[in-house]
């Protein structure tokens, strides 16, 4: 069952997660416009790290709306060198609760804390290129953005160890990209 929240106030998700840091997940609303009425997905961020939690998938409404996943963030996944630098700033400002420093613990203990800081043994961002332009529209779209996406998306594919999990995803790739999509 897929539960969609939509908060006007940071400190109403803050509540919501004090209350529920160990539900498994929600799917937040966000609004588009500069005038929105509903928190930012920056803030969002924010206050789920605070609980051990992290976002995820984008959901499309409409023109106005779309939804981002969060959920508790599983031992196994690696830290960004952004939601660290996040997660010591809110540590330094004392707003990190217990859950978010039993994860921080946790990815430190087995290691997911630097593995996010590691470019793969393998890396090799040309030839990610080149896999890349065997799809017209994906390429096209992949060199319109900016180097630091286009990182993002050589790093995910990287990442995979397996052959089959590189296969699975380049095509989630290529999708996002024919579509002129970021990286989630």
Not at 33 to 44: F, G, L, M, N, V
Request: glycine share 4%.
């Amino acid at each position: 069952m897929m539960h969609i929240l939509r908060f006007l106030k940071p400190s109403t998700w803050q509540l919501w997660l004090k209350d529920h840091f160990d539900h498994e997940g929600v799917w937040i609303e966000f609004e588009k416009t500069k005038e929105s009425e509903t928190i930012k997905p920056d803030e969002a961020l924010n206050i789920a790290l605070c609980y051990g939690w992290i976002d995820g998938q984008i959901k499309r409404i409409d023109d106005n709306f779309y939804l981002k996943y969060f959920a508790q963030r599983r031992p196994e996944s690696i830290w960004s060198t952004k939601n660290k630098a996040s997660a010591e700033r809110l540590i330094q400002k004392n707003l990190m609760m217990e859950p978010g420093l039993r994860a921080i613990q946790v990815a430190k203990e087995n290691g997911q804390w630097e593995r996010g800081d590691s470019v793969p043994d393998d890396y090799d961002f040309d030839s990610f290129v080149r896999m890349i332009s065997f799809y017209e529209e994906a390429y096209k779209n992949f060199m319109h953005m900016s180097p630091s996406v286009q990182k993002t998306y050589s790093y995910h594919y990287f990442g995979a160890k397996k052959a089959e999990t590189r296969t699975d995803r380049l095509k989630k790739i290529v999708d996002r990209l024919n579509q002129n999509l970021k990286p989630m």
